[in-house]
């Protein structure tokens, strides 16, 4: 069992940088690839970046490859994810999620079994 708090969302202008973080309870959270979702109103939830368990392979999707970086702590039981030149279409609630795998990750909503309540991140223009 795992539970996932997100924080670090709030407003900037376009541009500009935040930083998300997603704290995990629980010993086993280096047993657990972990994901970020966001989801926008009226839209579909949708993949932005995975890792690993130990960190070795991530993922990115194309509309935030290279400006967004997914890392994690596992002595803390954080991942995070830093987020650079934000533009107005990254507006959205920001959510982590945690998947039991023994190696890779999965960009798949639906295969992650624990999520955080969200973080809203809001860009203007």
């Known amino acids: 069992q795992v539970q996932l708090v997100e924080s670090g969302g709030g407003l900037v202008q376009a541009g500009g940088s935040l930083r998300l973080s997603c704290a995990a309870s629980?010993?086993?959270?280096?047993?657990?690839?972990m994901g970020w979702f966001r989801q926008a109103p009226g839209k579909e939830r949708e993949f932005v970046a995975a890792?690993?368990?130990?960190?070795?392979?991530?993922h990115y999707a194309d509309s935030v490859k290279g400006r967004f970086t997914i890392s994690r702590d596992n002595a803390r039981n954080t991942v995070y994810l830093q987020m650079n030149s934000l533009k107005p279409e990254d507006t959205a609630v920001y959510y982590c999620?945690?998947?039991?795998?023994?190696?890779?990750?999965?960009?798949?909503?639906?295969?992650?079994?624990?999520w955080g309540q969200g973080t809203q991140v809001t860009v203007s223009s």
């Open positions: 999620a945690a998947d039991r795998r023994e190696e890779g990750f999965t960009i798949v909503v639906g295969d992650y079994g624990y």
């Open positions: 890792i690993s368990w130990s960190g070795g392979s991530t």
């Open positions: 629980g010993r086993t959270f280096s047993s657990y690839a």
